[in-house]
């Protein structure tokens, strides 16, 4: 069974920088897996920041990046603000139809 | 604007059935994949079935194979879940999600609908 791993939770402060990771048990994460950010706050559905690695969506904002780093997928949040206290999901396709989504990282901006 | 309304959720007995919809506008709902994904109470998200634009290809995770079937009608721009043997583990909020263009990725999610299996 593939199992998809992030870091259960972060903090961070208000303007910092923020790296969250997103690992596969088959191996290093690469292109073709289609890498997703979600951001997630309480009571709220998922909304998509981050697809195929690196591209964001019309609605997202600058301060968030996607990248590759070291055998992971990466979302970096850059000029922290409150608002992005939330749960990030990454989401991995591992061909053969078969996506497999990420614990999750709860992110407190403290 | 990308709008997906999902509706059909409610309390079901274990071993009961019930179908999922979810309306779709904004967009030329034939052209796009669509997925249903799933969080239970307080868990992370879990993947569930995935149907092709026009229908021709489903697929569903192994957790609800052979119990869960993933079906669209284009001309009603509606996606469906129907899901059979029910079981408390099923338990879950239930959001229907767009493909971006090119597949492979998601954008626009649903507000979600719970379905709750209990007795």
């Known amino acids: 069974q593939t199992v998809v791993t992030q870091e259960p939770s972060l903090t961070v402060s208000p303007g910092g920088t923020v790296t969250l990771t997103c690992a596969s048990s088959?191996?290093?994460?690469?292109?073709?897996?289609?890498p997703n950010w979600f951001q997630q706050k309480p009571g709220q559905a998922p909304r998509a920041l981050i697809y195929?690695?690196?591209n964001k969506h019309s609605w997202t904002p600058a301060r968030f990046s996607g990248s590759l780093l070291g055998g992971k997928a990466a979302l970096t949040l850059s000029g922290v603000q409150p608002e992005d206290e939330a749960e990030y999901y990454c989401?991995?396709?591992?061909?053969?139809?078969?996506?497999?989504f990420g614990g999750g990282t709860k992110l407190t901006v403290l | 604007e990308v709008q997906l309304v999902e509706s059909g959720g409610g309390l079901v007995q274990p071993g009961g059935s019930l179908r999922l919809s979810c309306s779709a506008s904004?967009?030329?709902?034939?052209?796009?994949?669509m997925h249903w994904v799933r969080q239970a109470p307080g868990k992370g998200l879990e993947y569930v079935s995935v149907?092709?634009?026009?229908?021709?290809?489903?697929y569903h995770a192994d957790s609800v194979k052979g119990r869960f079937t993933i079906s669209r009608d284009n001309s009603k721009d509606t996606l469906y879940l129907q899901m059979g043997s029910l079981r408390a583990e099923d338990t879950a909020v239930y959001y229907c999600?767009?493909?971006?263009?090119?597949?492979?990725?998601?954008?626009?999610w649903g507000q979600g609908t719970l379905v709750t299996v209990s007795s």
């Open positions: 999600v767009k493909d971006v263009p090119g597949g492979y990725s998601f954008d626009y």
């Open positions: 904004g967009f030329t709902f034939s052209s796009y994949g």
């Open positions: 149907i092709s634009g026009n229908g021709g290809f489903t």
């Open positions: 088959t191996g290093a994460v690469t292109s073709g897996y289609y």
């Open positions: 195929s690695t690196s």
């Open positions: 989401l991995l396709y591992h061909g053969g139809v078969q996506w497999v």
